[in-house]
């Protein structure tokens, strides 16, 4: 901690010397715009022919600001500014200038947003808190298809990996959304959009490397079939060196390749037809402690985590009219995962179909209904290596089924002025039945520069698999006066009942001048029914010296979080923006009364494994000569919440592009600045791996669109 406090003034200092260079450049190259042969005239002149090519940063006025389109709050098409709900959206742009190489790191511009990379291939992320390895109250969808393990009912980050170039957009809500898209959505959704294949002709070549960020490369090209139809296919792999630990090595080398394609016809006027399609394979470096049968009981053992996965997307999209369309649609996809040291093997098949329909009732209601199936085939597998010692399950094999019908009406109550928003998501699945979650939304615009929204939403996140079957044992143990090594052991509840949340929230938007935009929100969420686990009776355990504690996951934890997040968008000139957005969060967790003190301390610690505070600023400039400068800094408050506490870290990247010719881009990206490495997230109170740190990383990419 102390190292970072020291660095404050300096770094305090040089962004203080960099605004003011950036200050007396921008005002050089305000004057240079309408010069011959300026950045703005040069991309001007690129033909309709070259629209594929990435734009150079322009100026966002009103129209375009509050235009945004969003498909994500209401599954139907609409804008920013129609949307009553905590929306921000990731634009192309937003994603070239990021500098990211992983969808993961995008998401630590948005307010609310906790993003925090465990190791090199590993991140926590949700929304307005909770955050964890295992996070599972955050929805993540890709067109549609939901990236969802049933397992832990969360994401695997390092099996999500899409070119980035090929995105056209990603909407991330911040709040429930579960009376449209079902449980689980209950802090937030992620819908990462890609673009569709006529708007990606031609071909796309990118390599790039670095020290520690490895070598990466990706191939695409799209265009035509016949005249009705597009297009595309990709190719890419990396390869991503280790980050830094205080104990020595951290095995967490991460290599990866994936392949996809994307078509879209257009068969006449009213019927559109997508099929889409995607195979990853994926190794990533590990590291945890496992059990041995004999002392010292615990070995630190160096592993990977294999990932092949694949899926295969249908939609059919029919438009009635203006204000009437359906659509179909339907995906297979699986996620088979294996740990060749452990033994320890994951596979799972999900099967879905969709269908959605919106339809005018009268003049003034917007109706919108839809009906879901989805089947899971799941299969788990014991630790071979310690015949089920360290994992595993009251069963191997789960076959779920989930049946869902939803219903949405939108109500103008004040043409052009106020909406209401009512729906209602009914949801049967196998672990607790029927689930009901309704939401009530209000949408009132006194001007075309200002929105006012407010909400009130149920949501519901079912148990997972390993919350319903898992056996694990936790690490480090503990010792007993009489010497005995004492091993939790983390067990399974087939009788859980799903987690609650009621969310209360409000918003205001505005357009304060025209080269000036402020998005603001607050909320106050109830959770009941919280998972938490709950000391058993001590049993024998597996070796002489050993016992075995079992620890049962329940529901008896209850809590609150409120808090607020604000973003703004400055254009101070028109080749200069400036972004920046704040997050406060404040957790309050509550056991029932009749647990013991320790187990209280333990559990309530969850609420301070996520950020208090958090703080992001871009500086974009287009200079001349064709030269793109970007620079982001970021504020993350202190973890406490772990054995070793995590402190707070100020962190600067840059990125410099630069573009000779229309069609090449060469760029430079350092990430973590300001210090050798840092840890961004603690160790997880079941699996004790040790805390890895995320270090300073250059790289330089070329990219050629042909």
Excluded: C
Aim: zero cysteines; aromatic letters at 10%; proline letters at 5%.
């Amino acid at each position: 901690m102390s190292r970072i406090q020291s660095g404050i003034p300096r770094a305090l200092e040089r962004w203080g010397r960099m605004i003011m260079l950036l200050l007396t450049l921008a005002s050089a190259n305000a004057a240079a715009e309408t010069a011959p042969g300026s950045p703005e005239q040069k991309t001007s002149q690129l033909g309709a022919e070259e629209s594929h090519l990435p734009p150079r940063l322009a100026p966002l006025g009103l129209e375009q600001l509050m235009d945004i389109e969003v498909t994500t709050v209401t599954r139907m098409v609409g804008t920013v500014g129609e949307s009553a709900a905590a929306v921000s959206v990731i634009s192309q742009e937003d994603i070239r200038r990021s500098g990211a190489t992983t969808i993961a790191e995008l998401f630590r511009r948005v307010p609310g947003m906790n993003v925090a990379r465990i190791d090199n291939n590993k991140w926590a992320i949700s929304a307005r808190g909770f955050n964890d390895r295992f996070s599972n109250k955050l929805l993540v969808q890709r067109d549609g298809r939901t990236i969802y393990d049933p397992l832990f009912a969360g994401v695997y980050w390092n099996a999500v990996d899409y070119p980035l170039e090929d995105i056209e957009r990603i909407e991330v809500i911040r709040g429930p959304g579960a009376s449209l898209w079902g449980a689980n959505a209950v802090n937030g959704i992620i819908n990462i959009i890609t673009k569709s294949a006529e708007n990606t002709h031609g071909g796309l070549l990118s390599a790039g490397g670095g020290k520690p960020e490895g070598g990466f490369g990706e191939l695409r090209y799209g265009s035509m079939i016949g005249a009705n139809a597009d297009y595309r296919i990709y190719a890419k792999g990396f390869e991503r060196n280790k980050q830094f630990s205080r104990l020595g090595d951290t095995h967490d080398r991460w290599k990866g390749a994936s392949t996809g394609m994307r078509l879209d016809w257009q068969r006449d006027d009213l019927n559109a037809v997508t099929v889409q399609g995607d195979y990853l394979h994926s190794s990533a470096g590990r590291q945890d402690p496992d059990l041995e049968m004999t002392p010292p009981f615990i070995a630190l053992v160096a592993d990977r985590t294999v990932a092949d996965s694949g899926n295969i997307l249908g939609r059919w999209t029919h438009q009635t009219d203006d204000q009437s369309s359906w659509s179909l649609q339907t995906y297979w996809s699986r996620f088979d995962t294996k740990q060749p040291m452990a033994g320890v093997s994951n596979k799972n098949d999900t099967y879905d179909l969709d269908f959605d329909h919106r339809f005018p009732i009268g003049a003034r209601h917007t109706f919108l209904y839809g009906l879901g199936y989805r089947y899971l085939n799941q299969s788990t597998g014991n630790s071979l290596s310690d015949n089920g010692l360290s994992v595993s399950w009251l069963k191997n094999h789960f076959h779920l089924t989930i049946y869902s019908a939803f219903l949405q009406d939108e109500y103008v109550l004040v043409p052009d002025r106020v909406r209401i928003i009512l729906g209602l998501k009914l949801e049967h699945n196998d672990f607790t039945g029927l689930e009901v979650q309704p939401t009530g939304r209000l949408l009132w615009t006194p001007t075309n520069r200002q929105t006012f929204w407010a909400a009130v939403s149920r949501a519901v996140g079912t148990p997972s698999i390993s919350e319903e079957a898992i056996q694990l044992s936790a690490i480090p143990p503990a010792r007993l006066p009489s010497g005995t090594q004492l091993f939790p052991r983390l067990t399974g509840n087939p009788d859980l009942r799903p987690v609650t949340v009621i969310a209360y929230e409000m918003g205001y938007r505005a357009q304060v001048a025209e080269s000036f935009s402020l998005d603001s929100a607050i909320f106050y969420n109830q959770y009941d029914r919280l998972v938490v686990a709950v000391p058993q009776s001590v049993q024998a355990g597996f070796a002489p010296g050993t016992a075995i504690l079992p620890v049962r996951i329940e529901n008896r934890m209850h809590g609150e979080t409120y808090g607020g997040e604000v973003g703004a968008d400055w254009r101070p000139l028109k080749l200069w923006r400036l972004y920046g957005s704040y997050s406060y969060l404040k957790m309050n967790l509550h056991l029932d009364r009749s647990l013991p003190a320790s187990t209280r301390a333990d559990a309530e610690s969850a609420e301070r494994r996520s950020p208090q505070q958090q703080l992001f600023l871009q500086s974009s400039f287009d200079l001349p000569r064709n030269v793109e400068l970007d620079i982001m800094g970021r504020f993350i408050d202190r973890l406490s919440g772990f054995v070793q506490g995590i402190p707070s870290y100020f962190s600067l990247d840059a990125r410099v592009a630069w573009r000779p010719r229309k069609d090449l881009e060469i760029s430079a990206v350092g990430q973590n600045l300001l210090d050798d490495h840092h840890p961004e997230f603690g160790v997880s109170p079941v699996i004790a791996s040790p805390v890895v740190e995320i270090r300073r990383n250059v790289y330089a990419k070329i990219t050629w669109w042909f």
